[in-house]
Structures are given as structure tokens and as C-alpha cells.
T-cell receptor, first 118, second 112 residues
Framework: GAVVSQHPSRVICKSGTSVKIECRSL??????MFWYRQFPKKSLMLMAT?????????EQGVEKDKFLINHASLTLSTLTVTSAHPEDSSFYIC??????????????FGEGSRLTVL | GQQVMQIPQYQHVQEGEDFTTYCNSS?????IQWYKQRPGGHPVFLIQ?????EVKKQKRLTFQFGEAKKNSSLHITATQTTDVGTYFC????????????FGQGTELSVKP
């Protein structure tokens, strides 16, 4: 099946620094990618929708200036957590949908990035 | 707003026992998808159901989509330790360009 690569898988940073997470679709093109945040033993919380060539759309309550999303190409989206604080520590997962599968098609998830802010 | 509820939250079974998780949506869904997330892993797509009343099988897994397209279930027959993980249902958010709303998930543990 389709593969979505996400890295880094784990990152530890100091409070106040910025961290960039990359999400790549390896064998398909994705006009849309989604970024989720997952707390331990919890469901997936949609943070934002990343649209190739245009601005991301953020879910209510998600600070767009803190979580910068760039979708530079049909195979790459990045999430930058700016001025990270301990409360930003979480598991961040991206997902992508093959542009040929239509808007209701299955999502392919990256492996996730576990961010720990000290 | 649109909600997808999933029960139970946790299920502990003895290996060989059956397992079922139920998913209910507050609105009619165009389709429903199921994902499995192993401990420490990421969600992996299992199946998509589209038609009212649809039933699909994957080996020991049986998926159903309700007649009203508002509920769904996943049943595992004779669980194995490899079935351990969290099972999520997800449905498209109406008129939201392909976003999915996920249920809370059912965490399955299997005792050998």
C-alpha cells in the first residue's frame, strides 16, 4: 500500500526552541495532508488541513502562529512547532490521501513524531 | 457539531474469545472507515464501507455498516495476541473537504 514517511520519529528539545516535522508521501501525490495530535490513550485530534500551494486551514482552538504548516509540493508537508513549551509535548501524526482516490478515500498515516519539550 | 462515538473504550479478552466494538455517528455518513493502531505505532487503514447495510470480511474480522449509515461495528472472531491495539472508526465530516472525524477508539488487550 501507499507509504507516508514522517520524521523525526522522536525529538527532544528545550523550551523556547522550534521543531520542524516533515511528512512525505513516497509513492503517491497528495494535494491534502492532515496533521493530528494524539495524547496518551486518546483519540486523534485534527489540528489542521495542509493544502498544496495554499494556506493551511486550522481547527478551532489551534494556534496557527504556533503550529506553522507548509505544503510545498504534492509530496511534502511540514509542521513547525514554534517556541515550544512543555505543554506542546505530544505525539504528532500526519496523514495523506492519494489525490486520485477522491475526498472520501482512505488516509495513509505517517509513523508519527513524539515531541518532548523540556 | 458532528460526533462519532465509539464503545467500549477498553476491552480485555482471553485469547480465543470474540470481540466487538461499536461506532455511532450523530449524522448520516457517506462512508465509514476503520483503522488499527498497534501500541507505539500509527493508525493503519483496515477497510472502508460505503453502502447501507454493507458487510465485509477480512479473515477473522467482520465489518458492518448500518442501514441508516449512522452506525458500524467491527467484530473479531477468536481473538489472537496479534489483534492487540486500538481500533478507530472514522467518518467524513459533512461538507468539510475530506476531513475525517475519528471515534475515541477501543483499546483491545488479549491475554494469552
Amino acid at each position: 500500500g501507499a507509504v507516508v514517511s514522517q520524521h523525526p520519529s522522536r525529538v527532544i528539545c528545550k523550551s523556547g526552541t522550534s521543531v520542524k516535522i516533515e511528512c512525505r508521501s513516497l509513492d503517491f501525490q497528495a494535494t491534502t495532508m492532515f496533521w493530528y495530535r494524539q495524547f496518551p490513550k486518546k483519540s486523534l485530534m485534527l489540528m489542521a488541513t495542509s493544502n498544496e500551494g495554499s494556506k493551511a486551514t486550522y481547527e478551532q482552538g489551534v494556534e496557527k502562529d504556533k503550529f506553522l504548516i507548509n505544503h510545498a509540493s504534492l509530496t511534502l508537508s511540514t509542521l513547525t512547532v514554534t517556541s515550544a513549551h512543555p505543554e506542546d509535548s505530544s505525539f504528532y501524526i500526519c496523514s495523506a490521501r492519494d489525490r486520485t482516490s477522491g475526498i472520501g478515500g482512505e488516509l495513509f498515516f505517517g509513523e508519527g513524531s513524539r515531541l518532548t519539550v523540556l | 457539531g458532528q460526533q462519532v462515538m465509539q464503545i467500549p473504550q477498553y476491552q480485555h479478552v482471553q485469547e480465543g474469545e470474540d470481540f466487538t466494538t461499536y461506532c455511532n455517528s450523530s449524522t448520516t455518513l457517506s462512508n465509514i472507515q476503520w483503522y488499527k493502531q498497534r501500541p507505539g505505532g500509527h493508525p493503519v487503514f483496515l477497510i472502508q464501507l460505503v453502502k447501507s447495510g454493507e458487510v465485509k470480511k477480512q479473515k477473522r474480522l467482520t465489518f458492518q455498516f448500518g442501514e441508516a449509515k449512522k452506525n458500524s461495528s467491527l467484530h473479531i472472531t477468536a481473538t489472537q495476541t496479534t489483534d492487540v491495539g486500538t481500533y478507530f472508526c472514522a467518518g467524513p465530516i459533512y461538507n468539510q473537504g475530506g476531513k475525517l472525524i475519528f471515534g475515541q477508539g477501543t483499546e483491545l488487550s488479549v491475554k494469552p
